[in-house]
C-alpha cells in the first residue's frame, strides 16, 4: 500500500506557482520522500527527492515539514507543460532494499 | 547521456502467445526495476536487480511472468501464455548502486502490450 496521499486533482494558472502538496504521516526516520511526474504516454520523470531538509533544483522545489508527516512540491511558474499526474512517494524499506510505491498521484491541469 | 530503453515500444500478440520485453539501463546503473501500469492507474512494482541478482520479487503477478537479467545491463521480462488482464504498458527504471533509499530511479518509455 502507498504511504502518500495526495488531492486527486489540482488547477493552476500559467505563470503562477503550484503547490502540490503530500501527506505521508506513517514516514519512518530513514525513509526519503521523492516526487516525480507522467506525462501522457511517458515514462515517469524523476523531479526531486529529500530526507528532512528542504531542497531545490532546476524544475522545482521541496518544502518537508518539520516532523516530516507532509511535504510540499513547489513549480514556481508553471507552464502548460507542466500538466501531468506527480506521484508523491515514500520509498518503504523491504526485501533487498528499499520498495518504491507509487500511489494514484495528483493530476495537476496548468491552464491559460 | 542516454536514459533507459524499453524495446519493443508497442507489442500486440494473441492470447496464449509468449511475448519477451527487453529493457537497456543507463550505463553504470546496477539496480534494475520492472514496474506494470494498466489504463489510468498508477505503477505497480514487479522485480527488482541488483546486478544480475533478484533480491525482491514479489511484485510478479504469477509464474508465467519472469525476468533475468545478464551482465549487470540488459533485462528482459518474459509472460508466457498471455492473458487479457496482461494489457498493459510496463516500464523499465534504474539507480545508481544498490536499491538504496537516497537513489532516484530513472524510467524509460515502456512497452505497450496489448492482447487481443
Known amino acids: 500500500d502507498a504511504k502518500t496521499t495526495q488531492p486527486p486533482s489540482m488547477d493552476c494558472a500559467e505563470g503562477r506557482a503550484a503547490n502540490l502538496p503530500c501527506n505521508h504521516s506513517?514516514?519512518?526516520?530513514?525513509?526519503?520522500v521523492y516526487w516525480y511526474r507522467q506525462i501522457h504516454s511517458q515514462g515517469p520523470q524523476y523531479i526531486i527527492h529529500?530526507?528532512?531538509n528542504n531542497e531545490t533544483n532546476e524544475m522545482a522545489s521541496l518544502i518537508i515539514t518539520e516532523d516530516r508527516k507532509s511535504s510540499t512540491l513547489i513549480l514556481p511558474h508553471a507552464t502548460l507543460r507542466d500538466t501531468a499526474v506527480y506521484y508523491c512517494?515514500?520509498?518503504?524499506?523491504?526485501?533487498?532494499?528499499?520498495?518504491?510505491?507509487f500511489g494514484a498521484g495528483t493530476r495537476l491541469f496548468v491552464k491559460a | 547521456g542516454a536514459g533507459v530503453s524499453q524495446s519493443p515500444s508497442n507489442k500486440v500478440t494473441e492470447k496464449g502467445k509468449d511475448v519477451e520485453l527487453r529493457c537497456d539501463p543507463i550505463?553504470?546503473?546496477?539496480?534494475l526495476y520492472w514496474y506494470r501500469q494498466s489504463l489510468g492507474q498508477g505503477l505497480e512494482f514487479l522485480i527488482y536487480?541488483?546486478?544480475?541478482?533478484?533480491?525482491?520479487k514479489s511484485g510478479l503477478p504469477s509464474d508465467r511472468f519472469s525476468a533475468e537479467r545478464t551482465g549487470g545491463s540488459v533485462s528482459t521480462l518474459t509472460i508466457q501464455r498471455t492473458q487479457q488482464e496482461d494489457s498493459a504498458v510496463y516500464l523499465c527504471a534504474s539507480s545508481l548502486g544498490g536499491n538504496r533509499g537516497n537513489q532516484p530511479q530513472h524510467f524509460g518509455d515502456g512497452t505497450r502490450l496489448s492482447i487481443l
Open positions: 550505463s553504470g546503473h546496477t539496480a
Open positions: 506513517t514516514i519512518s526516520g530513514n525513509e526519503y
Open positions: 536487480f541488483q546486478g544480475n541478482s533478484a533480491p525482491d
Open positions: 512517494i515514500v520509498r518503504v524499506a523491504g526485501t533487498g532494499g528499499f520498495k518504491t510505491i
Open positions: 529529500g530526507l528532512k
